[in-house]
């Protein structure tokens, strides 16, 4: 069983910048691969991160990429999504999640994950 509990959300403005943290429980950062994903209202929920904590492979969504930065500290059990210059499109509830995606190329569909974090909001202002 896993425990995941994010923290981080906010109000900022268009341009601005926040750092989401997951709290971790017991071991899963060496046993699982681990996402960040979204979920505006009327929306599904879409992959915008992930990270393959034991090779430090990470994976980024093309509307993020250059602008978010996932990241693990292992000896915190915590992992991080750094989001700079954001925008209103991402506006969101925001989740970390850990699980075993069937290969690379599914790390960003929820499918692979077993573990969800209740969420935080997220909301970026024009």
């Known amino acids: 069983q896993v425990h995941l509990v994010e923290s981080g959300g906010g109000s900022v403005q268009a341009g601005g910048s926040l750092t989401l943290s997951c709290v971790a429980s017991?071991?899963?950062?060496?046993?699982?691969?681990l996402g960040w994903f979204r979920q505006a209202p009327g929306k599904e929920r879409e992959g915008v991160a992930a990270?393959?904590?034991?090779?430090?492979?990470?994976f980024y969504a093309d509307s993020v990429k250059g602008r978010l930065t996932i990241s693990l500290d292992n000896a915190k059990n915590t992992l991080y999504l750094r989001m700079n210059s954001l925008k209103p499109d991402d506006t969101a509830m925001y989740y970390c999640?850990?699980?075993?995606?069937?290969?690379?190329?599914?790390?960003?569909?929820?499918?692979?994950?077993?573990?969800w974090g209740q969420g935080t909001q997220v909301t970026v202002s024009s």
């Open positions: 999640a850990a699980g075993r995606p069937a290969s690379s190329r599914d790390t960003l569909l929820t499918d692979g994950y077993n573990y």
């Open positions: 017991g071991s899963a950062a060496g046993r699982f691969c």
């Open positions: 990270i393959f904590p034991r090779a430090g492979s990470t």
